[in-house]
T-cell receptor, first 111, second 114 residues
Framework: GQNIDQPTEMTATEGAIVQINCTYQ??????LFWYQQHAGEAPTFLSY????GLEEKGRFSSFLSRSKGYSYLLLKELQMKDSASYLC????????????FGTGTRLLVSP | DVKVTQSSRYLVKRTGEKVFLECVQD?????MFWYRQDPGLGLRLIYF???????EKGDIPEGYSVSREKKERFSLILESASTNQTSMYLC?????????????FGSGTRLTVV
């Protein structure tokens, strides 16, 4: 089976740094995805981690520890437009194309 | 620039009706997916297709069926709509190599069954 946990909501201030955590318990873990979803819109792909370590893409970075079943998404220099839900999703070795999503973390960025 | 198109943004249907949700992608992707998204439950996979006429059940296939007669089109069918199928339905597509590009999602269809 699988279990993916994320905080339900987080708040942060414009210009700050925020870290959104995701823990998972998944048999046959393959890799981990992060998606951003603005209210009423489609999720959009942010990052994919398959190896341990940090992947940086501009203001966004994603980290994975396979041994700990843990990932985080780091958002730097927060902007108001970063207010959205952030979805963590895992793929498995069998049926790796099918993603299993967490319930998402709603981030509110205030001025 | 539109990639994955879902035929309806909002839909209201009556209990017992047969409902068709259509999804078209223009990226020549092999894989197509139907998820539903509910508050507190996240996205849950209903069905997946990896080729024309090929399908696999996801985690919650009961009450649904799918059809993929052409590579670009993937339809979700609610055989007899029920109120517990009121939800946001999201279609997605991907290359075989999901890792590099992930899924591309459509804008969703919010279905209400009354």
């Amino acid at each position: 089976g699988q279990n993916i946990d994320q905080p339900t909501e987080m708040t942060a201030t414009e210009g700050a740094i925020v870290q959104i955590n995701c823990t998972y318990q998944t048999s046959g873990f393959n890799g981990l995805f992060w998606y951003q979803q603005h209210a009423g819109e489609a999720p959009t792909f942010l990052s994919y981690n398959v190896l341990d370590g940090l992947e940086e893409k501009g203001r966004f970075s994603s980290f994975l520890s396979r041994s700990k079943g843990y990932s985080y998404l780091l958002l730097k220099e927060l902007q108001m437009k970063d207010s959205a839900s952030y979805l963590c999703a895992v793929s498995r070795n069998t049926g790796f194309q099918k993603l299993v999503f967490g319930t998402g973390t709603r981030l509110l960025v205030s001025p | 620039d539109v990639k994955v198109t879902q035929s309806s943004r909002y839909l209201v249907k009556r209990t017992g009706e047969k409902v068709f949700l259509e999804c078209v992608q223009d990226m020549d992707h092999e894989n197509m997916f139907w998820y539903r998204q509910d508050p507190g439950l996240g996205l849950r996979l209903i069905y997946f297709s990896y080729d024309v006429k090929m399908k696999e059940k996801g985690d919650i296939p009961e009450g649904y069926s799918v059809s993929r007669e052409k590579k670009e089109r993937f339809s979700l069918i609610l055989e007899s709509a029920s109120t517990n199928q009121t939800s946001m339905y999201l279609c997605a597509s991907s290359l075989v190599d999901v890792a590099n590009y992930g899924y591309t999602f459509g804008s969703g269809t919010r279905l209400t069954v009354v």
